[in-house]
């Protein structure tokens, strides 16, 4: 069945297995530009998304939150166009980006892309184009036709010109579907509405046209019938004829009477049509013809979206399912479809030549001999030509060609073959050189070049050699179409186009001998032969060895050639390269030494002998480039003490690749040879590395050459940045000694790094006549005391002053404080003060003096400041001190002075007297060292007045502490005198505040007795007697009643509720009865007392509807529902009617239940109250109150009542509740309960509930009442997702049979789906094997192959499997199925269709061994099937290995062809068996693919002579001719002899032979060899052995022959000598003046230099060209 299908069926996707939801697949939600995306639009909830399916990477969608009405892609980019009510918007996916945008002013009720940068827009009225591009807005193409009008668009069609436009719409009329079209014309702006539901444009070109035309088809369906229209549109191209307009009937089958086609595509590829309808067939047109080629059913949903499919020249589209399907025709069948099935050759034959099909080829065989045998050569001819695969295009055919006889005033037929030929397409390799022979003849090359431009010839190796010998230009461009890179290399190089060369060799990958090719350059041209060797090195690696180059190069003494290659060769420096840097620089370096340089400082190389190139620069004075190389240090002291010869920067560089000890031997050999030429350059030297050298041996390197210049400078360069403190010392030293006392002050100033301390003491031992470093380094390192000292033992008073004065006048009071420990004199000391006033630290200065007890010296200065009004609290804490200690009247002077620091001064009384300490703390704030003065010293009071006027919580906080051993007599100073005397309610609420933040209630309520309780001024206040009850509450709680009764103003609910919260019930409950509130004292008595009978009696006696409340809420939560219902009712409250419902609920009390809720319905109309009291009386079984409730007004959920009703079992009420709400689902399953299921059945019909229908099905079948379940199974199966449970449900029952009724009953309805047919499989594959088969047959399209075939095997149903795989194209498993269980299910011819299809190469030698184990007769058969797809080399080797090959000989022979190396030997070793010398001899001249050597060995010792000719045969192919003669010699083939040694062209060889005839007297072979071997022998030879073997009779033919030969080119060389004679004379007699005036075209033969610079990279051309001038040229 499926070989005679004319069609390929594939299914791409399934949308729902990615994750796209069945409610979102339809027509307004999926869009569909291009086989290449398939675009969503997907609602979940209130979230919008877009998925985008990229059919290249189906399984992995991308998903993009965007809200629009539409979204299409375009068709190539993934570019997508968003619509959301007027808003247009283009965006590219994968840039990100927005392209453009736009607002339309009507509404886009449909929109398509029409090309990869166009959108159409269809509104109500109009049809506008948008392009991609610029900013362009929507232009107006043309307005709707009325006929439009109210119709759905569905599709918008335009030709490839966009010439044409089709808008095509849909519309509901008279319960049919009437489809409408506008075609409009750009051209002529006309629209003609036409009556179609699809159509499509499509190029198609007729034989006899030179243009395709443009084709416009659609189709119709009326209430007449279907049509399809084929017409052409417009005018037809020049030189076409027009389109024949074709209408023919469109078939619907009898059960789809309101089916119409809803989609069209064209295959311009094949010439085809693809219609699809709605109710899912396919249509298959010929466009030329209008012939309805196939029509079938490929969906069982409507296919509403498709686009072309480009991989196959088909269609494809998506069904309501979220199926991807496409059609494609199956080119393999499709001709032999049209011929067997539709008995149409000529169509066949048409399609086959349009299409290239293969399928007719006998037809195409017998029209061509018939043709031919008629004499209709040119018919034939083209017969031949448009035959598809070029069956007929062979030798043979030109072969009969060439024998016709040519008709008189016709051209031949051969001509007229070649002609068509070449009108039609390209001539193949025997027919372009059978065309060429003619041609070349004729010498008409021309014709041959326009061919070859026109590509109408195929070129090979064969046409190339035919054509060189007459145009070598020609034969070039064949080769090089022919990919011939030997000859093309060739060619190149005999028209001197050697650039050429190695651009075709990287082109094709060849690689010629370029050092040859080089060579033949270098001999015609150096400047070509330069630049050929430059492109061989330019790639890496180089096509050439560059060592060969350069050899190249050298032989003709081209140095600056060979050097400029050689820079642009190397530039990459690799190692493997060192010694041909080594070799280039050598050159260089003893030809042009400046050339060298330039090299070497370049730095490009770096792999080179180094040791050797330095001698060779040392010889060449280049010391510098000699340094860079040696490494020996002995060498390096020997070139580096000549400084005068190097740059003084790069020496300094140079020393930095020296190691430290050579370094400094180096410095020191540079010293011993010239101290003062050298010494610059060594400090500069040690300045710069220093660090790696080591400061210290430099600094001993210096002072051993007694350097203190030197070492000055070296010093003074690294002083600025060393941190080492010898360097600064030794710097210091060194200033010293040469005199630099300002560099000496400048480094004791600035310097941190010297040690002070060794500074100094040199600086005193040095004597310096200027002391000004000494003092910055004793001001620095406050040495002032020793300066001191040593200036005042030395008699350098002076300097003092000018210390205090000038350098640093601070430091007064220490040069004061040493002064006097020297006893200088006061007087001094004064006038020393006076004269530094103001410019010092007065703490300092009186610490100094207070120390040696001198205070009082400073008091006539102080008082001086003073009145100068100096508010320096340094200079009032002086006198405050000097005021205390002579007790005069100090704390007049504490309290009113503001300036001295209390804190200080304080302390300095604390020994002295306390009481002005406290004094002095007060006035300056110091709390703490006020209150620790005051405890040291018992001042209670003081500190207890001070706490309360300060009013500070913190210092509370610290007084009132545990720890504070000082507290208790603190606060009873507080309590008996501080507060007594204060008026302030501040000061009162600080303090209780503190007491109450230091948890003091004990003191705190004495506190609060004494100022509430006793009579005085806070006696009422409310906050204090609120704070003394809740103290009480918390210290007390005994005095709490007594403190209730005595106190009236406090806060009564909040003491009442802290009361409460402190476990005191009674006193709340106390509390609340005093102040009359009723509702908090019935909770009091609830909650905390718990005595719910106290309440009872309390809430009669007030009789407070708010305290029934409180008291049913609590009988209520105590379990007496009853009491509890009771007193809701005295206190007339609804309000808890949830928590009485679930009480009541909970103890079963329905009873009571009715009458609450009957009292609470009057109060409030609740939907819950009503609720429940239904199921109350459904409870209480009082069906008649219920049906009277729910017949009467109500707000009652009946339908959640009933569903109570239900899962508690009460069927009767509820049935009257569903009854009430028309609830058929729920009726339904309750009449099951009931046991009514008759009654269930209509009720389950009425509902229409899928779940409803199974629970009806189910329990009708545990009843056994199958009838009525398979009316209900009918509801279930057609909703594939329960079709699973219900099969499950009669499965695991037994009721197989049954089930199988049920779903063979349910094939027939409409909604018949994929998964009944595959349960149906399934079912069949396990209970009823027969059914299986013919069900599979029926239906094998309709069923889920994959889930079948798990079954099938289950089952061990082969013949089904094999069926199931074969149609779900899995041929791997079909073939090893069929392999596996070939007695089952093996089908000859099916098994040789399917292998040829499958994946897996490797079946094809599985199946080989299981036919050469079952079928070894019909092995040649399957190896003629798989011939195209088998590795042959695999497959002989195979039947080599088991030794069969003789069984498959028809095969081998077949595919030698091939010329494969396996084959041809396997092959030539079955002919050396079957001693077929013939067959052998022949597949050695024809297939040369073997070890030709090794077959030649093993043939020379063959018994049968023929076979050891054949080895004498292969050593001459193989150029071995002595080894071939000699064989010929052995079995005296004489002949095949004397022709191997003439076409040796090997003089030996011919002799050795003519030797051999006449040792073996063999004087005929003999006279005949000097025939056969003429060329190759000897006169003399053959004069000499026929004199010596007396035979002169048969060499003298041959020596005949030689003075012939010889005679003739004698008389051809005197005739040319007389004639080179007589031209001599000629040119003798020529006058002078007339004759050529030579001229002195050029000098010297020399070497001439190349001009400019060496081929170096463009970073290294800096040699300068005078280097030139004085290397090569100066030399020449």
């Not at 610029?134 to 107006?140: R, S």
């Not at 009325?146 to 009329?173: E, F, P």
């Not at 779903?1303 to 069949?1324: D, N, P, S």
């Not at 060389?1613 to 007589?1622: C, I, M």
Request: glycine share 4%.
């Amino acid at each position: 069945m499926a070989q005679t299908m004319p069609i390929r069926f594939q299914e791409h996707l399934q949308l729902t297995n990615i994750g796209i939801n069945s409610a979102n697949i339809g027509f307004s939600m999926i869009t569909m530009e291009s086989d290449k995306f398939i675009c969503i639009r997907e609602k979940n909830g209130d979230q919008s998304q877009v998925v985008i399916v990229d059919m290249a990477d189906a399984n992995n969608p991308m998903r993009r939150p965007i809200s629009a009405d539409s979204a299409i892609m375009n068709p190539t980019s993934k570019v997508i166009a968003l619509k959301a009510g007027r808003t247009l918007q283009i965006f590219n996916l994968e840039m990100k980006n927005k392209i453009k945008a736009h607002v339309s002013n009507e509404d886009v009720i449909f929109w398509k892309w029409i090309s990869v940068n166009t959108i159409a827009l269809v509104t109500e009225n109009t049809v506008y184009h948008w392009p991609m591009e610029g900013d362009a807005l929507p232009q107006k193409v043309f307005d709707r036709h009325s006929t439009l009008k109210g119709c759905q668009i569905i599709n918008y069609r335009t030709d490839a010109a966009m010439k044409w436009l089709l808008l095509v719409g849909i519309s509901a009329q008279q319960q049919r579907v009437v489809g409408a079209m506008q075609l409009y014309s750009v051209d002529r702006n006309v629209s003609q509405p036409i009556e179609g539901h699809a159509a499509a444009f499509v190029p198609f070109k007729m034989d006899s046209n030179k243009n395709p035309s443009n084709i416009f088809a659609f189709s119709v369906r009326n209430q007449t019938g279907g049509k399809l229209h084929i017409i052409e549109v417009g005018a037809p191209p020049e030189g076409n004829s027009p389109f024949t307009k074709k209408t023919v009937d469109v078939f619907f089958p009898a059960e789809a009477p309101n089916d119409f086609p809803v989609a069209m595509q064209a295959s311009k590829e094949h010439g085809l049509l693809y219609m699809i309808t709605k109710y899912g067939y396919i249509h298959l047109y010929d466009i030329e013809s209008g012939t309805c080629i196939y029509m079938n059913r490929i969906s069982g949903d409507t296919i509403f979206v498709t686009a072309p499919h480009e991989a196959s020249n088909g269609i494809i589209g998506v069904n309501r399912k979220g199926q991807v399907l496409s059609v494609s025709i199956d080119e393999d069948n499709i001709v032999s479809y049209i011929t067997n099935q539709l008995k149409n050759p000529e169509l066949a034959l048409k399609i086959s030549v349009r299409c290239n099909l293969a399928g007719a080829e006998e037809l195409f065989v017998r029209r061509f001999n018939m043709l031919f045998g008629q004499g209709q050569y040119s018919e034939a001819a083209k017969v031949a030509a448009s035959a598809p695969k070029g069956i007929l295009r062979t030798p043979q055919t030109i072969q009969r060609f060439q024998q016709c006889p040519a008709q008189p005033g016709q051209a031949s037929p051969l001509l007229q073959y070649f002609s068509i030929l070449l009108e039609t397409s390209q001539l193949n390799k025997a027919e372009s050189l059978e065309l060429a022979r003619p041609v070349l003849q004729q010498g008409r090359n021309q014709l041959l070049e326009k061919w070859l431009v026109e590509g109408k010839l195929e070129c090979s190796e064969e046409l190339g050699d035919l054509i060189k010998a007459h145009d070598s230009t020609l034969a070039l461009s064949v080769y090089l179409r022919a990919n011939i890179p030997n000859k093309v290399i060739i060619c190149f190089a005999e028209t001197n186009q050697f650039q050429k060369i190695v651009l075709y060799a990287k082109k094709v990958s060849y690689t010629p001998d370029y050092i040859f090719l080089l060579r033949n350059v270098m001999r015609g041209n150096v400047e070509n032969g330069a630049s050929f060797a430059g492109m061989l090195v330019q790639d890496d690696p180089p096509l050439a060895d560059i060592e060969s180059i350069t050899n190249v190069f050298m032989e003709q003494n081209l140095i600056p050639q060979c050097t400029s290659f050689l820079l642009d060769a190397l530039k990459h420096n690799k190692p493997e390269e060192g010694h041909l840097q080594t070799r280039l620089l050598e050159m260089n370096l003893m030809s042009a030494p400046q050339v060298a340089d330039a090299i070497l400082g370049n730095q490009m190389f770096t792999h080179y002998d180094r040791a050797h190139i330095a001698q060779l620069c040392e010889q060449a004075q280049l010391l510098q480039r000699a340094l860079e190389h040696y490494t020996d240090i002995f060498d390096i002291k020997r070139a580096i003490v000549h400084t005068h010869l190097l740059k003084p920067d790069w020496l300094v560089e140079y020393f930095g690749s020296l190691s430290v000890d050579d370094s400094l031997e180096c410095l020191k050999a540079m010293l011993t040879a010239n101290l003062r030429q050298n010494l610059q350059i060594c400090v500069q030297v040690a300045g710069k590395y220093h660090e790696q050298l080591g400061t210290t041996k430099l600094i001993e390197l210096f002072e051993s050459f007694k350097s203190f210049e030197g070492l000055f400078y070296f010093l003074g360069s690294i002083v600025n940045f060393s941190q080492e403190a010898e360097v600064h010392f030794r710097y210091i030293q060194a200033a010293c000694k040469t005199g630099q006392i300002k560099e000496v002050e400048r480094i004791c100033r600035e310097s941190s790094c010297y040690d002070p301390e060794r500074v100094k003491n040199f600086l005193k031992e040095a004597k310096l006549a200027d002391q000004l470093p000494l003092i910055i380094v004793c001001d620095r390192f406050n040495f002032v005391h020793d300066l001191v000292m040593y200036l005042y033992k030395n008699n350098l008073q002076k300097y003092i002053e000018i210390y205090v004065q000038k350098v640093n006048p601070s430091r007064l009071p220490a040069v004061v404080g040493g002064l006097l420990d020297v006893d200088c004199s006061e007087d001094i000391v004064k006038n020393l003060i006076l004269t530094v006033r103001g410019q010092f630290s007065t703490d300092e200065l009186v610490e100094e003096v207070e120390k040696r007890n001198r205070l009082k010296l400073l008091m006539p200065w102080l008082e001086g400041r003073v009145h100068e009004g100096v508010n320096e609290p340094a200079t009032h804490n002086a006198l405050a001190k000097i005021y205390i200690d002579s007790n005069n009247n100090p704390e007049r002077f504490l309290r009113e002075n503001q300036f001295y620091d209390s804190e200080v001064i304080g302390k300095y009384c604390e020994k002295r007297d306390p009481h002005l300490a406290c004094v002095s703390y007060e006035r300056g704030g110091c709390d703490m060292e006020l209150i620790r003065v005051c405890n040291a010293n018992s001042l209670f009071k003081y500190a207890a007045r001070h706490l309360v006027r300060k009013r500070d919580a913190a210092l509370w906080e610290h007084v009132l502490n545990p720890e504070n051993t000082f507290r208790r007599p603190l606060i009873d100073q507080v309590v008996q005198t501080a507060l007594s005397e204060t008026q302030d309610a501040d000061d009162v609420s600080t303090t209780v505040r503190a007491f109450m933040a230091a948890d003091l209630p004990n003191e705190l309520i004495e506190l609060l007795e004494k100022i509430v309780l006793e009579n005085s001024v806070f006696s009422d206040h409310r906050n204090l007697q609120n704070l003394l009850i809740l103290t009480a509450v918390k210290a007390d709680p005994s005095r709490v009643m007594e403190y209730i009764t005595r106190l009236d103003n406090y806060d009564a609910p909040d003491i009442a509720n802290i009361a409460i919260t402190n476990q005191l019930f009674e006193e709340a409950f106390a509390i609340f009865k005093k102040f009359d509130v009723n509702t908090s004292a019935v909770q009091v008595l609830i909650e905390h007392v718990k005595n719910l009978d106290r309440a009872y009696e309390f809430a009669e006696r007030c009789n407070d509807p708010t305290v029934w409340s409180e008291l049913a809420r609590a009988q209520l939560n105590s379990g007496a529902v009853k009491d509890a219902i009771d007193s809701f009712i005295k206190a007339d409250d609804p309000s808890a009617y949830l928590d009485v419902i679930e009480a009541a609920r909970a103890n079963d009390g329905y009873e009571d239940m009715v009458r609450y809720l009957q009292m609470a319905r009057k109060k409030a109309r609740e939907a819950i109250i009503e609720t429940e009291l239904v199921f109350a009386y459904a409870k209480v079984n009082r069906l008649a109150d219920l049906e009277e409730f729910i017949s009467s007004p109500n707000i009652a959920q009946i339908q959640q009542v009933g569903d109570r009703c239900y899962d508690e079992g009460l069927y009767e009420p509820a049935r009257i509740l569903y009854n009430n709400v028309s609830n058929y689902a729920r009726l339904a399953s309750t009449l099951v309960h009931l046991g009514e299921y008759q009654a269930a059945v209509d009720g389950a019909r009425k509902a229409n509930s899928t779940k409803t229908w199974k629970e009806v099905c189910f329990a009708c079948v545990e009843a056994g009442e199958f009838r009525m379940a398979q009316m209900c199974g009918l509801h279930i199966v057609v909703h594939a997702d329960e079709l699973e449970e219900l099969i499950n449900f009669y499965q695991s029952r037994g009721f197989f049979q049954e089930l199988i009724q049920l779903l063979e009953a349910a094939l027939g309805l409409e909604r018949a789906h994929m998964g009944m047919f595959t349960e149906l499989a399934i079912l069949y594959s396990k209970y009823n094997t027969p059914k299986m088969r013919e069900h599979l047959e029926l239906f094998w399209s309709r069923v889920n192959i994959p889930k079948v075939l798990r079954a099938a095997e289950q089952a061990h149903l082969w013949p089904e499997l094999v069926f199931l795989y074969d149609k779900y194209e899995e041929y791997d498993n079909a073939i090893q199925t069929m392999m596996a269980h070939p007695t089952q299910c093996w089908k000859e011819a099916m098994f040789k269709d399917i292998i040829t299809k499958v994946a897996n190469i490797e079946l094809y030698y599985r199946a080989l061994s299981h036919y050469l184990e079952f079928k070894p007769m019909l092995l040649n058969d399957l190896l003629l099937v798989l011939t195209p797809r088998l590795d042959h080399t695999r497959a002989v080797g195979y039947f080599q290995k088991v030794g069969q090959l003789s069984l498959v000989l028809p095969y081998v022979k077949s595919v030698q062809s091939h010329n494969n190396k396996v084959i041809n030997e396997a092959l030539n070793n079955i002919y050396i068996e079957n001693e077929d010398y013939d067959s052998l001899r022949e597949s050695i001249d024809s297939f040369n693919n073997f070890d030709n050597i090794a077959l030649a060995q093993r043939l020379e010792k063959h018994e049968l002579i023929e076979f050891r000719r054949i080895a004498a045969y292969l050593f001459k192919m193989n150029n071995r001719w002595k080894q071939a003669v000699e064989l010929c010699k052995k079995d005296h083939l004489y002949k095949d002899a004397m022709e191997y040694a003439a076409e040796s062209r090997n003089t030996d060889i011919s002799e050795d032979l003519m030797g051999w005839f006449l040792e073996n007297e063999n004087y005929e072979s003999f006279a005949a060899g000097t025939f056969v071997m003429y060329d190759m022998l000897r006169p003399d030879v053959i004069l000499e052995l026929g004199w010596r073997h007396n035979i002169m009779d048969f060499a003298m033919p041959y020596l005949i022959q030689c003075v012939r030969e010889y005679t003739l080119k004698v008389d051809k060389l005197e005739v040319s000598d007389e004639t080179r004679t007589k031209e001599a004379e000629t040119n003798n007699q020529q006058p002078l003046v007339l004759g050529e005036q030579l001229m002195i075209t050029s000098g010297p033969a020399g070497y001439s230099p190349m001009p400019g610079m060496y081929n170096m990279p463009q970073q290294q051309q800096q040699m300068p060209q005078q280097l030139y001038n004085g290397g090569y040229m100066g030399t020449m």
